[in-house]
């Protein structure tokens, strides 16, 4: 069973840049596809990014296609969300996931077996 904990939520003004990452313990982190979430006031939690065991394949939302890169360093045992050109729209509470087992993961959270606790970022305009 890994423990995700995600950190570099803040504050920031519309245009700028935030970099999260989700440090995983307690658990072979190359055996987890992870993905990137959010979840806005009032709103249901919405796919953000995903990234493969290896780190050489991923994906994107269509909202941050272009702005946000994921990536993932194993021997750190961690994974990032890269964040420029940030709007108000992308402010939300982010969370990583992880999905044991599966060499890709893919943008429904279902997929996802393990959560974080959640990192709030907010885009002031």
């Known amino acids: 069973q890994v423990q995700l904990e995600e950190s570099g939520g803040g504050s920031v003004q519309a245009g700028g840049s935030l970099r999260l990452s989700c440090v995983a313990s307690?658990?072979?982190?190359?055996?987890?596809?992870m993905g990137w979430f959010r979840q806005a006031p009032g709103k249901g939690r919405e796919f953000v990014a995903r990234?493969?065991?290896?780190?050489?394949?991923?994906g994107y939302s269509d909202s941050v296609k272009g702005r946000f890169t994921v990536s993932r360093d194993n021997a750190k045992n961690t994974v990032y969300l890269q964040m420029n050109s940030l709007k108000s729209e992308d402010t939300a509470v982010y969370y990583c996931?992880?999905?044991?087992?599966?060499?890709?993961?893919?943008?429904?959270?279902?997929?996802?077996?393990?959560w974080g606790q959640g990192t709030q970022v907010t885009v002031s305009s």
């Open positions: 307690g658990g072979s982190f190359t055996n987890y596809a």
């Open positions: 996931a992880a999905r044991y087992g599966s060499y890709y993961s893919g943008p429904y959270s279902e997929e996802y077996d393990y």
């Open positions: 990234i493969n065991q290896s780190g050489g394949t991923f």
